[in-house]
């Protein structure tokens, strides 16, 4: 089954073209406070540019070499990050460092296999609605072991209850794959990533009306393990 999802909208585009703009070759970093302010003066378009910039720079291995202890100091009065992202707790998927991000620049909701709870919600309806992050992303990624779980149906535990929130991601008249299907799995781990975005406009009122109202970007996207690629889609 092909997934469905709408690829490069117009606002991903924009987004995209704001990214191309950006030198990969920085390696240095001297932070800036933040402010409510200067949060304020990021558009959602630019946050996601934000996002894909600090993606290109880790692919290049030109991450920006920053001043850690400054950054602590920077950040200590208070934070006004630019993004929340959902993405998986897999232990090879940190989105700091595959975005590029530093302290006070996201918040990152880490949860097996990317699933939205009523935790999660909460958490990014914080992110949003408090703290004013200008994007919300859920990014997956491949060779997750979570969607392997789900497909083929692996009961332990409280991972369990868990593994049914993807299950409900897998197209139905598509029982007998097992997760030695790679195809399948990098099908039912995009689904997946479209699933916990619908749960994020259905279940959450708060969200919807910051993203109807455009003043949030919710987006989707697929971390590759392989590469180290994050390719950002739009719901
Ligand atoms: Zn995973």
């Not at 003043?215 to 994050?230: F, N, P, T």
Request: aromatic share 4%; charged share 20%.
């Amino acid at each position: 089954m092909k997934i469905a999802f709408h690829a490069s909208p117009i606002m991903l585009a924009a987004a995209l073209a704001l990214s191309a703009g950006c030198t990969i070759t920085q390696t240095q970093h001297a932070r800036a406070v933040r402010t409510k302010q200067t949060q304020s003066s990021i558009t959602s378009e630019r946050a996601v540019a934000m996002l894909m910039d600090g993606n290109r720079r880790f692919m290049a291995g030109h991450s920006i070499r920053r001043d850690w202890p400054a950054e602590v100091h920077a950040t200590a009065d208070g934070q006004y990050p630019h993004a929340a992202i959902v993405s998986c707790m897999d232990s090879r998927t940190p989105m700091e460092v595959v975005l590029d991000q530093g302290l006070g620049d996201i918040f990152s909701v880490r949860i097996a296999g990317n699933v939205v709870d009523e935790d999660v919600l909460a958490s990014l309806e914080y992110a949003a609605k408090v703290a004013g992050v200008k994007v919300i992303a859920v990014i997956g990624h491949s060779h997750c072991g979570a969607i392997k779980g789900a497909i083929d149906d692996v009961r332990m535990g409280n991972l369990s209850t868990l593994l049914e929130k993807i299950k409900q991601a897998i197209p139905s008249g598509q029982g007998g794959q097992t997760s030695k299907d790679a195809k399948f799995v990098e099908e039912v781990a995009a689904a997946n990533v479209r699933h916990s975005m619908k749960e994020i406009r259905e279940k959450s009122p708060i969200l919807k009306q910051l993203i109807d109202s455009h003043e949030l970007w919710l987006v989707g996207g697929m971390y590759d393990i392989d590469s180290g690629r994050v390719e950002f889609y739009a719901p």
